[in-house]
């Protein structure tokens, strides 16, 4: 597969085939996953968030499981606090997909069950943060994406 260049720095992956489907390693399940696109833009935002932005390892989960009305729901990634809080989830789409409303609303409803203080949305091109107070029941977008001390 020929990987798209993404807007995000260039990290080392570890690659692998299992039969005729190429395997890319993820740190964070800790195995060899299918190389989708999806799957190559949450593996490089991971990289970014782990050795860009200084967010913790041991705090992400990949694929978390959410229940929404009576159906379960995977979120891309998932950044707890310390004290095992939600606190920033993050939707990842192939390149291909551009962010749309539909992609926010999707974000929303996995927020509405975790009630995570930031949203972040990626395509590995446009990145899209915003950050909600809940007190006030209002969301403000970021310039950037904040590095783990920003939170």
């Known amino acids: 597969m020929k990987l798209p260049e993404l807007n ?9 085939e299992n039969g005729k489907h190429e395997q890319i390693f993820d740190p964070v399940r800790k195995k060899y ?23 913790p390892k041991g705090l992400m989960q990949v694929e978390a499981t959410v229940h929404i009305y009576n159906l379960t729901r ?10 095992a809080e939600p606190q920033v989830i993050v939707e990842c789409k192939a ?6 409303e539909e992609t926010f609303e999707q974000i929303a409803v996995y927020n509405g069950v975790l009630k995570a203080q930031y949203l ?10 915003c950050r909600i ?4 029941q209002t969301y ?12």
């Open 74 to 83: 995977r979120c891309d990634i998932v950044l707890f606090t310390r004290t």
């Open 120 to 129: 972040f949305v990626t395509n590995g091109l446009a990145h899209y943060c």
């Open 8 to 16: 995000l720095p260039q990290y080392d992956f570890r690659f692998d």
């Open 95 to 100: 390149p291909s997909v551009p962010i749309s």
């Open 33 to 55: 996953v299918a190389l989708t696109p999806e799957e190559w833009v949450r593996q490089n935002f991971i990289q970014y968030m782990i050795q860009g932005l200084g967010y």
């Open 140 to 151: 403000d977008f970021l310039s950037s994406v904040p590095t783990f001390q920003e939170l």
């Open 133 to 136: 107070n809940y007190d006030a």
